[in-house]
Each structure stands twice: as structure tokens, then as C-alpha cells.
């Protein structure tokens, strides 16, 4: 199993990125997928689930209204649409996939991508 995020980069604070994460090697559409963020010297935290149909979604408080997740079963790509950001949130976001779908700990998540730096700067 493989997911591969990417679209991470730098942005001035209001400004927009959209990550994706391609997975291979699963059956995909079977998974709810998640994104979560780590800070330096921090835990890995919550950001968005999207449950396997992309019928439900689930946002941390902090990105609601901000952050938007999406999915294309028919491409076996998560995608994290980022607006208005912030200085809080520059992290590594990584993308991870759950079979019991809109987990909101790590612990729920099988399979991890390898992260994408996102840096906000002012």
C-alpha cells in the first residue's frame, strides 16, 4: 500500500494550497480517508476525514470553514483544499486511509503517506 501526498509548499498567510494523496495498492473507494497536521515538537493532530462515498466529512474546529476535504474514487486520490490559511498552520499535513472511515485519531488509521510540508509565512 502506498499514499503519496503532495502540494504541500510555501504561501503567504491568506493564502490557498490544495494537497492531494494518491493511494495504490488498496482498495480505495473500501476506505474512509484522513488528513492530519504535525508541528514541530508537537503531537500529530486531527484535520478532516471524508468517509469512503465522500457522503460524510468531519473537521477539526480549528480548519472549519477553511479547510475542505474531497475525494475521486475513480482516480484513488484524497484531496485537502486549504484556504485562508494561517501561520498556525504550517505542519507536515499527511494523508492516511481508515477502513472503519471519518476516524479523527491516528490510532483508527491503517496506512500513512509520507507527509508534505506546508509553511505559511506572514
Known amino acids: 500500500v502506498q499514499l503519496q501526498a503532495s502540494g504541500g509548499g510555501l504561501v503567504q498567510a491568506g493564502g490557498s494550497l490544495r494537497l492531494s494523496c494518491a493511494a495504490s495498492?488498496?482498495?480505495?473507494?473500501?476506505?474512509?480517508m484522513g488528513w492530519f497536521l504535525q508541528a514541530p515538537g508537537k503531537e500529530r493532530e486531527f484535520v478532516a476525514a471524508?468517509?469512503?462515498?465522500?457522503?460524510?466529512?468531519y473537521y477539526a474546529d480549528s480548519v472549519k470553514g477553511r479547510f475542505t476535504i474531497s475525494r475521486d474514487n475513480a482516480k484513488n486520490t484524497v484531496y485537502l483544499q486549504m484556504n485562508s490559511l494561517k501561520l498556525d498552520d504550517t505542519a507536515v499535513y499527511y494523508c492516511?486511509?481508515?477502513?472503519?472511515?471519518?476516524?479523527?485519531?491516528?490510532?483508527?488509521?491503517?496506512?500513512w503517506g509520507q507527509g508534505t510540508l506546508v509553511t505559511v509565512s506572514s
Open positions: 492516511a486511509a481508515d477502513p472503519l472511515g471519518l476516524g479523527r485519531v491516528p490510532e483508527r488509521y491503517n496506512y
Open positions: 495498492g488498496l482498495t480505495f473507494s473500501s476506505y474512509g
Open positions: 471524508i468517509s469512503w462515498s465522500g457522503g460524510s466529512t
